[in-house]
């Protein structure tokens, strides 16, 4: 299930970049929790278990964390609820501040392990490597080089367990040392890799001027009706924004915007535009039982 993968990569990065500018900047908390609903259900489509996992084991905790920090060091606003041991106030603004930031924060880290998902390196090079050749190939070495790190730690990991040089094995001293062995080995092989790629890299030519290169991304009709849906569910968010439409206001009171259809409509765009590779990817399935049906 992978289907809004194979649409054209300016398609892909148009609509993660509005989607992440929308999740940071829209406050109201309406907007975050449709980002984060819609950015878990694509990452749980997209990843099956291992998204289960993450979002179990890290974004729900580091959510509740975030919220939890918040209350802690921030004690603004006019309702007050009780008093803490300390003396400082817990007011039910800080409370509603610190779960819409918590929410924010998990929406954005779940809409990033989407795109990491969709977005690969050959894309982005294939979209900046004109422009910036440069910038989009660092750009694209950093973010594959993150699960690369993770893989190849594993392997070395495992390796050093079987000859009895494990992190868990031995004294403290011990699994100080072999810890640091491990560390090194990661390091030597960072080393050797950006080396190794350097030299490909300079091999095959990258970077030189009139240099070809081979895509095989076409803008076909398809991605062009998804991009002016994105494009205008983008301006219709930013001139409801700009028009106060999605206004809220947690200190020192909390003042929303007013529940009108205006209001309700900018809802509905920003639902309909978090909901798009939802949707794209329950049609495709639609479609393959329908065909296998006839068949």
Sequence with gaps: MNEFKNYHPAVNFIYFTAVLLFSMFLMHPACILISLICGILYSLMLNGIKAIKFNFV??????????????????????????????????????????????????????????????????????FGKVIPSLSLILSMTLRFIPRFKHQLRVIIQTQRCVGRDISQGSILKKVKNGITIMSVMITWALENSIEISDS?????????????????????????????????????????????????????????????????????????????????LMEVIKWKYIKSKI
Excluded: Q
């Design 58 to 127: 890290f974004l729900i905790p580091m959510m509740l964390t975030a919220a939890l920090i918040n209350l802690i060091f921030n004690h603004e606003g006019a309702t007050i609820l009780i008093y803490l041991p300390g003396g400082n106030p817990l007011t039910m603004e800080s409370v509603i501040y610190g779960l819409s930031a918590g929410m924010m924060l998990a929406a954005v880290i779940s809409w990033f392990s989407c795109y990491n998902k969709i977005m690969t390196s050959d894309k982005f090079i294939y979209l």
């Design 201 to 281: 890299m300079r091999s095959r030519g990258y970077g030189l001027p009139h240099r070809s290169a081979f895509a095989i991304y076409k803008l076909n009709s398809r991605d062009k009706k998804a991009m002016i849906y994105v494009i205008l569910c983008g301006l219709y968010l930013v001139i409801g924004t700009l028009c106060g439409g999605t206004y809220f206001k947690y200190f020192p009171l909390i003042r929303s915007a007013e529940l009108s259809v205006f209001s309700i409509s900018n809802f509905t765009v920003y639902l309909m535009l978090c909901v798009m590779p939802v949707i794209i990817e």
